[in-house]
Structures are given as C-alpha cells and as structure tokens.
C-alpha cells in the first residue's frame, strides 16, 4: 500500500458538482492499493497516519499526530500511486489492485483508519472526483507500506 499525504487546512471532493466528502484541518490521504497488501500493511498505515506527528506544536515544531490534534482525514483512493512510468510514455498501472479488490481494500483501510479514533471522510470509489485543498505549510509525504518496500 501506498499513501500520499498531505497536511491540509481544509480539503474537499466532488463529483459531478456535489460534495461527497469534507474535513477541516487534517491530513488528505491519497491511498493506493496493490492486490497483494494485507490486513498488516492496512493496519500499519492507519497506524502511521493517525500517529505521524506533522502538525505543529506550541513552538512550531512538528511534534503532534492528527490523534493529538483532533484533525480529521480525508481518504481518496489513488490507484495511479502504483503507476510505473518507467517505460515508454504511457504509464503501466499493473501493480495496482483490479477495482473489486482495491475496493475491499480501500473500505478496510478507512474503517481501520476510524477505528484508531480519526474522524475519516472519504471521495467515491471509482467515480471521477475533483479534490479541493489547502496544503498547510506546504508538508507532503509518501508512505509506503511495509510489504511494499520489499524487492
């Protein structure tokens, strides 16, 4: 699994001209799923992002987790994150999961996310969503699981 994160003063999805999924200050979660993850690698990044401590302290140091904040996440699902651009001009997306798998995944890692205690909006699986933000300082990380660092 892979995951892009963004810390956000606010962000928001639409499709098609309706809001589906909103949150204030928090992360964006660009989540990306391989059909091979697990429920380990779901759990270890629910982990990180409820615990990665990215929002500034009393003195301004990055020093708080979103737990610690009381921020909310707002989980998009990114199948591209797994694009191999390696060859030719035209990406390869075969590392990514097929669309029912990525599905059950994508719905296990935000209720895994909520079961941490982050409040966790979401975009609409498979719909084509346009994602709203503010990048807060800007701080933007890639995480990738533990399974998917392996050779």
Not at 8 to 21: L, P
Not at 64 to 78: F, N
Request: charged letters at 20%; a neutral charge.
């Amino acid at each position: 699994m892979k995951a892009l994160v963004q810390r956000v003063c606010r962000a928001r999805v639409t499709v098609g001209g309706a809001t589906v999924g909103e949150i204030g200050q928090g992360l964006l979660v660009l989540a990306g799923f391989r059909g091979e993850d697990t429920g380990a690698d779901l759990a270890w990044m629910a982990s990180r992002v409820a615990n990665l401590r990215v929002f500034p302290d009393g003195s301004g140091n990055m020093n708080l987790s979103l737990l610690e904040t009381g921020g909310s996440a707002l989980v998009v699902s990114q199948f591209t994150l797994h694009a191999d651009c390696t060859k030719g001009r035209r990406p390869s997306f075969a590392r990514a999961a097929d669309p029912s798998t990525a599905r059950r995944l994508y719905e296990s890692f935000v209720e895994t996310l909520r079961g941490t205690g982050v409040a966790a909006a979401t975009g609409e699986f498979g719909a084509m969503m346009q994602v709203d933000l503010v990048n807060d300082g800007p701080v933007t990380l890639m995480l990738d699981s533990p399974s998917e660092r392996l050779p």
